[in-house]
């Protein structure tokens, strides 16, 4: 096995944990009454985000847990993915 594979396999891990980070912040929305879609997820990234963190600062003055999470397995992904790539074969 070699370390472009080992990078690309925690490339795909982090984005799948992405994917669950932001349908749970969807899911949190829905529950405060934000009307989101399934549908236009992918266009609506950035306006989704941008309202679970303004929300979760109006709350609690700070923003929430899976807002930096979710910030935080952007990076991942985009690292990893770009160490692959630059990895020899």
Known sequence: ????????GIGAAT???HVALYIMIMADLDRRGYKTNIFLARILFGRYLKAYKDATVKETGKPGRLYSLCLLAIGL????VIAAILSPR
């Open 1 to 8: 096995m070699n370390i472009r594979a080992v990078f690309l």
């Open 15 to 17: 984005a799948l944990v």
């Open 77 to 80: 992904t985009l690292v990893f």
